[in-house]
């Protein structure tokens, strides 16, 4: 069956560290791939997108890897900042265009 | 611009009873998205309407289903709601175009007593 695993422990890092996150999938073959954020209550928005073509892809202090090979992704926070604190979502586009298919998330904690 | 709207905020129903939710999507978006986000579980695809029509539906029972208005605007409606329904109901647009980003509404947190 499809799967699509974040890591479910929440990481705490120090102000200042890079946050690494990990999505990694079973039985897809995406098209692309998506990051969003969301807060608590709220609705998740949207990050950076990036194909099966590409490796890496960085907005500001956000980088993200793609693997096709591995079948994983890597999310990466650098210089983080208390702000950052969130849970971050990666989702895959699957067989339908536009049905997106989410990882449960990990939460990411930044302490001053 | 303003961005996606649902309401009600919350709704609580009981057992047995029917919930409706409503989502207005960006204006210029034609495509609606709703999904289900259980406590500790992640968001389950749902339903997704483009231009008035239903293209793709979620791993869930008939007594989930929709609609999409002229206007782009659409509800979600529960059927024979049961205690495990409760949940964040989301909705998201986008312009229709693959690839492009879900814009997320804040959600409507249905309790079923």
């Known amino acids: 069956s499809q799967k699509i695993e974040q890591n479910s422990e929440a990481l705490n890092i120090q102000e200042g560290k890079t946050a690494t996150l990990t999505c990694n999938y079973t039985n897809y073959s995406p098209a692309y791939l998506q990051w969003y954020r969301q807060d608590p209550g709220r609705g998740p928005v949207f990050l950076l997108l990036i194909r099966e073509n590409e490796k890496e892809k960085r907005k500001e202090r956000l980088k993200v890897t793609f693997d096709t090979t591995l079948k994983q992704s890597l999310f990466h926070i650098t210089a983080s900042q208390p702000a950052d604190s969130a849970t971050y979502l990666c989702a895959l586009a699957t067989d339908s265009w536009g049905k997106l298919q989410f990882g449960a998330g990990t939460q990411v904690v930044v302490t001053p | 611009e303003a961005g996606v709207t649902q309401s009600p905020t919350h709704l609580i129903k009981t057992r047995g009873q029917k919930a409706t939710l409503r989502c207005s999507p960006i204006s210029g978006h034609t495509s609606v998205y709703w999904y289900q986000q259980a406590l500790g579980l992640g968001l389950q695809f749902l339903l997704w309407?483009?231009?008035?029509?239903?293209?793709n539906r979620g791993n869930f029972p008939p007594r989930f289903s929709g609609r999409q208005f002229p206007n782009y605007s659409s509800e979600l409606n529960v059927n024979a709601l049961e205690l495990e329904d409760s949940a964040l109901y989301l909705c998201a647009s986008s312009n229709g175009l693959a690839e492009n980003e879900q814009f997320f509404g804040p959600g409507t947190r249905l309790t079923v007593l």
């Open positions: 309407y483009d231009e008035g029509e239903e293209r």
